[in-house]
Structure formats: structure tokens, C-alpha cells
């Protein structure tokens, strides 16, 4: 990517989480005079861009994905403690936003540090403006992503814990077990020198190609269904929160690069083209 094209994407992100904020800025509260909502912002791209510095310096990725772990908690509980208001579906959905932050932090920092290196990253972290713009979206990711939890906590009119949060936190809770149960399927598969160069198709793997995505996809769905009671007007703009999640693992920097990958190292056996014929690429359906 070039450098002309890297800040422009740069600034398009920043427009874009600007644009976000002010919507579900509307009707939310201040901490000092500004709107907590702002803050988070600024809070999740200046956490990102501090750690750009030594990580260019010194060439390395191994930070990105700890840093990103690091900006979701800042941002949420930095959010909480500035509302000072702990209405149960706050605390919550912040214990909620905590728990899944940490678990997939550290379960993708160690599989960096087992793995070496990130080959995503073997171009990019030599050429300051592309790795700028990854670090501003990595940003830009918190900021959209967690729009329905920081809706929930910043609102002006909490609502008690209702049918909402109950159903939200089951669809949570769901995405979080097919999602965590996933990784670690995949995780045991690999560490197993039997299935060196293999792919695996066991576990919930039979039931989808990319169940970890999809559980990703459904707790972040259970978080904006958790924040409907509290979202109105321009507020609604919040529900970009799964959209979003949605079309980044399945259109931009999930699913078409792992197919791509998988199509290349193994679409040339049978048994991955029957794979792929009779598994699902996202949703979940008992194997045939």
C-alpha cells in the first residue's frame, strides 16, 4: 500500500469513528464537561498510536494484538468509572466486554509469540504510514465495536434489567462458548504434530468452517440487543456495532483472506474440496 493511500485511509478512519461518536453522543452523559463518549474515542486511538512508536522502532507486531486487549478495558472501564452511575446492565455489560477482552488478548498474543510472527504484518511494519493506518484502525476497531456497550453505559436514562438484557445476555453467552470452545479445538489440533499441514474439520469445525467468527459475530449481537432499551434518535447509530463486526470478518480481513489461504495450500485435495462442499463457511449446522 502506498503512503498517499495509507493516510488517506487513515483519515477516513478517524472521520468515520468522529462521525460515530457524535451520534452516540446524543443524549449521553459528561465527565467534566465532555461527553464520556468523546473520551473513550480519543482514549482507544491514543492508546494505539503511543504503542505505534516502539513497535515501529523496533519492527515488531508482537504488541499489536496486547495493545488492542489493553485499549477495549481501558476504554469500557474508563467509561464506567467516568458515568459513576453502576446501573446493573452497566456493570454488566462491562463485566461482559472484560471477560471476552481478555480472553481472546491473551489467546492471540500467545499464539503470536508460539507462531513467531504475524505474516500479516512482514511488509507492512517497515513502512511507517501503513503501519500508522493499521494501529488508527486497530482504533477505529474498539471504537465501532464497543459503540452499543458505551451506549449503554453513557446513557442519560438507564433502564432496569429487562427482557432485553436477558435475552442479549444469552445470545452473549452463546458467541462466547462456540467462540472460546473454537479457538481451543483449533489450538489442540495444531499443537499436535500428527496434524502438521493438515486442516482440521472436527469439533465444531464439522459445523462450520469459521466457528470462532460466528460465536464473534453473536456475542457482539447479544451486546446491541442488551442496548435497544437504552438507545433513541441519532443513538441508534450504535447498532453499527455488530454491522460492523459482521462485515470486518466476513469482508474485509477475516473470511476472504483465510479462504484464499486455505484454497491455495489445500484446494487441490479432494478431501478439502468435499470440505468445503458440505460445510458451511459462517454459520453453524450439524455436519452431513
Known amino acids: 500500500m502506498t503512503t498517499t493511500n495509507s493516510l488517506i485511509s487513515t483519515a477516513v478512519g478517524i472521520v468515520v469513528a468522529a462521525l460515530v461518536t457524535l451520534a452516540v453522543s446524543a443524549s449521553s452523559i459528561s465527565a467534566g464537561g465532555i461527553r464520556i463518549v468523546a473520551i473513550a474515542t480519543f482514549v482507544a486511538f491514543?492508546?494505539?498510536?503511543?504503542?505505534?512508536?516502539?513497535?515501529?522502532?523496533?519492527?515488531?507486531?508482537?504488541?499489536?494484538?496486547?495493545?488492542?486487549?489493553?485499549?477495549?478495558?481501558?476504554?469500557?472501564?474508563?467509561?464506567?468509572?467516568?458515568?459513576?452511575?453502576?446501573?446493573?446492565?452497566?456493570?454488566?455489560?462491562?463485566?461482559?466486554v472484560?471477560?471476552?477482552?481478555?480472553?481472546?488478548?491473551?489467546?492471540?498474543?500467545?499464539?503470536?509469540?508460539?507462531?513467531?510472527?504475524?505474516?500479516?504484518?512482514?511488509?507492512?511494519?517497515?513502512?511507517?504510514?501503513?503501519?500508522?493506518?493499521?494501529?488508527?484502525?486497530?482504533?477505529?476497531?474498539?471504537?465501532?465495536?464497543l459503540a452499543c456497550a458505551i451506549a449503554i453505559i453513557t446513557t442519560d436514562d438507564p433502564k432496569s434489567i429487562g427482557v432485553f438484557a436477558i435475552v442479549g445476555l444469552i445470545v452473549w453467552v452463546v458467541g462466547f462458548a462456540i467462540e472460546a470452545i473454537s479457538d481451543q479445538q483449533k489450538s489442540a489440533f495444531k499443537a499436535d504434530p500428527v496434524n502438521d499441514g493438515r486442516f482440521i474439520t472436527t469439533g465444531l469445525w464439522a459445523w462450520s468452517r469459521h466457528p470462532n467468527y460466528f460465536g464473534e459475530i453473536m456475542l457482539w449481537t447479544g451486546i446491541a440487543i442488551m442496548a435497544i432499551p437504552v438507545l433513541t434518535g441519532w443513538r441508534w447509530v450504535a447498532l453499527i456495532s455488530p454491522v460492523f463486526v459482521y462485515v470486518l470478518l466476513t469482508r474485509i480481513s477475516g473470511l476472504p483472506m483465510l479462504e484464499a489461504r486455505g484454497k491455495k495450500r489445500w484446494g487441490a485435495e479432494p478431501a478439502y474440496q468435499d470440505y468445503i462442499a458440505n460445510t458451511p463457511v459462517l454459520m453453524m449446522r450439524p455436519p452431513k
Open 98 to 145: 472484560a471477560i471476552w477482552t481478555l480472553r481472546l488478548g491473551i489467546f492471540l498474543f500467545r499464539r503470536v509469540k508460539v507462531a513467531g510472527k504475524d505474516g500479516r504484518f512482514d511488509e507492512m511494519k517497515y513502512r511507517w504510514a501503513w503501519f500508522f493506518m493499521t494501529w488508527t484502525l486497530q482504533g477505529l476497531w474498539v471504537v465501532l465495536t
Open 46 to 96: 491514543l492508546v494505539n498510536w503511543v504503542a505505534f512508536v516502539p513497535s515501529f522502532l523496533a519492527h515488531t507486531e508482537h504488541y499489536f494484538d496486547i495493545t488492542g486487549t489493553m485499549t477495549y478495558l481501558a476504554v469500557i472501564v474508563l467509561s464506567l468509572i467516568l458515568a459513576d452511575r453502576y446501573d446493573a446492565r452497566s456493570v454488566l455489560v462491562t463485566v461482559l
